[in-house]
C-alpha cells in the first residue's frame, strides 16, 4: 500500500478560512485614537566633538581681500592696525604710511644695527618698540634709551629716545593683538624670546573676520565673520578687568578704550558707530579717509547742545573737552595736564571737589573732572588758569540756549483827573 505523500492538519482549513475572512474585513476596520506619548527615555551618551568650523579653512592674507574689496582695503592699508607689528626684511628700515609727517623709524635703539632687529613694534604714530633677534624687546643696560618718540606738538615734545624698562629681559607676548592668526604654542621663526606664532604680522583683515580660504573659494556660498560689537574691539583695546581705568604717574594707562567706554553712557553704542575700523583715527587722506575714519560725529545725536555759553570755545571740537587726552601711550606733560591718547568716557563731572583718580592714584574715577577736561588748555601757558569753583561757575549751563531778551513793556499813559474842588 503506497504512503499518502501529503499529511493536513485538520485544523488547516479553519485556519485559512480566518486569514481569508479577516483579509476580507481589513477594510472596514476602524482603529481608535493614538494614545499620548510615554515618557521620554533616558538621553544617550554625548557623541564625540566636531571639528571647529574654522579648522579646514586657512588664512589667505589681507591682500587677497583687497582684489575684490578695494576700496575698504586702500583706506585700511592706510591705518595703524596693520603697521602694529613689522618684520625687518633684510637689515631695512620699516616704512610706515605717514613717515612723512611722523618723521619714521630712521634708526634701530644706540649700538644695533637693523640686522640685530627682528621686528619693529609700532611706529605707525605715537612710539616704536624693537624685538631682537633671540625674540626678546630690546631694552638695554640699566639706562640705555631703547624707546622711539615720535614729536608730539600738543605736548610741545620733541622726537627723543628714552628708556623702556631697561636692565630687564622682557620676551614678546603681544602677538595675540599685534598678529593674525596667533597661536600660543611655538616660538615664531624659532626665536625662544617670542611666546607663540601668528600667520601675518599685524591686525590683519582676518584677524577680525576669521580665516577667508573657504571665502576666497566661494564669495557667494561662504560668507566672512561681521562682528560690529564693541566685545570684538575690546579683545584687544581692553587692559585687565572692563570695570576698572588703571592709571599711573598721573595719567591713564594706554590701551583702555574698552575700559573707558565700559564705565560710560555711551556702552550701548558700539565702536563701530562712530568709528570705521578700516581707516585710521589719527591721519586723514584727502581721498581715501577724508573724516580720519568717523563715521557719525557728535553732533549728528548731541545736535541740541552745539550752543556754548563761552564764546572763544566756539572754535572748540566737541573731543576737545569730552576725549581729552588724558591717557598715555608714549609720553605726556603733567604740567600742561595732557597725555597722548583721548578718553573715551565723555561724561563731565561738574564737581569742582570731584577726584579723578582713587586716592592711591592706581584707578581713574568713571567720569572726566573739569581739571582733567578745563585743564588742557587752562594751565596756564595756553590759557590762564582758574580755579576749580571758576571752571563749575563756567561749566554749569555751558550748553543750554541762550534765555531771550524780553521786548521792553510799552510806558503806559497817563490821563490828566480833574483837581478836587476845580
Same mark, same amino acid.
Given at each position: 500500500?503506497?504512503?499518502?505523500?501529503?499529511?493536513? *492538519?485538520?485544523?488547516?482549513?479553519?485556519?485559512?478560512?480566518?486569514?481569508?475572512?479577516?483579509?476580507?474585513?481589513?477594510?472596514?476596520?476602524?482603529?481608535?485614537?493614538?494614545?499620548?506619548?510615554?515618557?521620554?527615555?533616558?538621553?544617550?551618551?554625548?557623541?564625540?566633538?566636531?571639528?571647529?568650523?574654522?579648522?579646514?579653512?586657512?588664512?589667505?592674507?589681507?591682500?587677497?581681500?583687497?582684489?575684490?574689496?578695494?576700496?575698504?582695503?586702500?583706506?585700511?592699508?592706510?591705518?595703524?592696525? /596693520?603697521?602694529?607689528?613689522?618684520?625687518?626684511?633684510?637689515?631695512?628700515?620699516?616704512? +610706515?604710511?605717514?613717515?612723512?609727517?611722523?618723521?619714521?623709524?630712521?634708526?634701530?635703539?644706540?649700538?644695533?644695527?637693523?640686522?640685530?632687529?627682528?621686528?619693529?613694534?609700532?611706529?605707525?604714530?605715537?612710539?616704536?618698540?624693537?624685538?631682537?633677534?633671540?625674540?626678546?624687546?630690546?631694552?638695554?643696560?640699566?639706562?640705555?634709551?631703547?624707546? +622711539?618718540?615720535?614729536?608730539?606738538?600738543?605736548?610741545?615734545?620733541?622726537?627723543?629716545?628714552?628708556?623702556?624698562?631697561?636692565?630687564?629681559?622682557?620676551?614678546?607676548?603681544?602677538?595675540?593683538? *599685534?598678529?593674525?592668526?596667533?597661536?600660543?604654542?611655538?616660538?615664531?621663526?624659532?626665536?625662544?624670546?617670542?611666546?607663540?606664532?601668528?600667520?601675518?604680522?599685524?591686525?590683519?583683515?582676518?584677524?577680525?573676520?576669521?580665516?577667508?580660504?573657504?571665502?576666497?573659494?566661494?564669495?557667494?556660498?561662504?560668507?566672512?565673520?561681521?562682528?560690529?560689537?564693541?566685545?570684538?574691539?575690546?579683545?584687544? *583695546?581692553?587692559?585687565?578687568?572692563?570695570?576698572?581705568?588703571?592709571?599711573?604717574?598721573?595719567?591713564?594707562?594706554?590701551?583702555?578704550?574698552?575700559?573707558?567706554?565700559?564705565?560710560?553712557?555711551?556702552?550701548?553704542?558700539?565702536?563701530?558707530?562712530?568709528?570705521?575700523?578700516?581707516?585710521?583715527?589719527?591721519?586723514?587722506?584727502?581721498?581715501?579717509?577724508?573724516?580720519?575714519?568717523?563715521?557719525?560725529?557728535?553732533?549728528?545725536?548731541?545736535?541740541?547742545?552745539?550752543?556754548?555759553?563761552?564764546?572763544?570755545?566756539?572754535?572748540?571740537?566737541?573731543?576737545?573737552?569730552?576725549?581729552?587726552?588724558?591717557?598715555?601711550?608714549?609720553?605726556?606733560?603733567?604740567?600742561?595736564?595732557?597725555?597722548?591718547?583721548?578718553?573715551?568716557?565723555?561724561?563731565?563731572?561738574?564737581?569742582?571737589?570731584?577726584?579723578?583718580?582713587?586716592?592711591?592714584?592706581?584707578?581713574?574715577?568713571?567720569?572726566?573732572?573739569?581739571?582733567?577736561?578745563?585743564?588742557?588748555? *587752562?594751565?596756564?601757558?595756553?590759557?590762564?588758569?582758574?580755579?576749580?569753583?571758576?571752571?563749575?561757575?563756567?561749566?554749569?549751563?555751558?550748553?543750554?540756549?541762550?534765555?531771550?531778551?524780553?521786548? /521792553?513793556?510799552?510806558?503806559?499813559?497817563?490821563?490828566?483827573?480833574?483837581?478836587?474842588?476845580?
Amino acid at each position: 500500500m503506497a504512503n499518502n505523500k501529503w499529511n493536513f *492538519h485538520p485544523l488547516l482549513p479553519v485556519l485559512l478560512f480566518l486569514v481569508v475572512l479577516a483579509a476580507c474585513f481589513e477594510s472596514e476596520i476602524e482603529y481608535g485614537p493614538i494614545g499620548p506619548a510615554g515618557p521620554a527615555g533616558p538621553i544617550g551618551p554625548a557623541g564625540p566633538a566636531g571639528d571647529d568650523a574654522t579648522a579646514s579653512q586657512e588664512f589667505t592674507g589681507s591682500g587677497r581681500c583687497g582684489q575684490c574689496h578695494e576700496a575698504q582695503y586702500d583706506s585700511f592699508i592706510l591705518s595703524g592696525h /596693520p603697521q602694529s607689528l613689522t618684520k625687518i626684511e633684510n637689515g631695512q628700515p620699516p616704512v +610706515f604710511p605717514y613717515d612723512a609727517i611722523t618723521g619714521g623709524v630712521l634708526e634701530p635703539p644706540s649700538g644695533l644695527p637693523w640686522e640685530d632687529i627682528s621686528y619693529a613694534i609700532g611706529g605707525f604714530k605715537w612710539k616704536a618698540l624693537f624685538i631682537d633677534r633671540q625674540g626678546h624687546i630690546v631694552t638695554g643696560d640699566a639706562g640705555a634709551a631703547t624707546q +622711539f618718540n615720535f614729536a608730539n606738538d600738543f605736548l610741545n615734545a620733541g622726537a627723543a629716545w628714552v628708556p623702556y624698562s631697561a636692565g630687564e629681559e622682557i620676551p614678546f607676548t603681544c602677538g595675540r593683538c *599685534h598678529t593674525t592668526g596667533y597661536q600660543t604654542e611655538g616660538h615664531q621663526d624659532n626665536l625662544e624670546g617670542i611666546v607663540g606664532t601668528w600667520e601675518f604680522s599685524g591686525v590683519q583683515c582676518e584677524a577680525c573676520h576669521g580665516p577667508g580660504s573657504r571665502h576666497t573659494s566661494d564669495p557667494g556660498g561662504v560668507r566672512m565673520v561681521i562682528d560690529r560689537s564693541s566685545q570684538m574691539c575690546g579683545e584687544c *583695546h581692553i587692559r585687565g578687568d572692563a570695570s576698572v581705568i588703571e592709571a599711573a604717574d598721573g595719567f591713564e594707562r594706554h590701551n583702555q578704550q574698552y575700559n573707558d567706554l565700559f564705565n560710560s553712557k555711551h556702552f550701548a553704542i558700539t565702536c563701530v558707530a562712530c568709528h570705521d575700523p578700516h581707516a585710521s583715527a589719527v591721519f586723514a587722506d584727502s581721498d581715501l579717509n577724508p573724516n580720519q575714519g568717523m563715521i557719525s560725529r557728535c553732533e549728528n545725536c548731541h545736535w541740541q547742545n552745539t550752543v556754548r555759553k563761552v564764546r572763544i570755545h566756539a572754535r572748540l571740537d566737541c573731543i576737545d573737552c569730552h576725549m581729552p587726552r588724558m591717557a598715555v601711550s608714549a609720553q605726556g606733560n603733567l604740567d600742561l595736564m595732557r597725555g597722548d591718547i583721548r578718553s573715551h568716557q565723555f561724561a563731565i563731572n561738574f564737581d569742582p571737589n570731584a577726584p579723578q583718580f582713587r586716592e592711591d592714584g592706581s584707578q581713574v574715577m568713571p567720569y572726566l573732572t573739569l581739571n582733567s577736561v578745563c585743564g588742557q588748555c *587752562h594751565n596756564g601757558e595756553d590759557a590762564r588758569q582758574k580755579d576749580p569753583e571758576e571752571l563749575a561757575a563756567a561749566a554749569r549751563g555751558y550748553h543750554d540756549l541762550p534765555t531771550p531778551t524780553p521786548e /521792553p513793556l510799552p510806558t503806559p499813559e497817563v490821563e490828566a483827573t480833574a483837581t478836587p474842588g476845580s
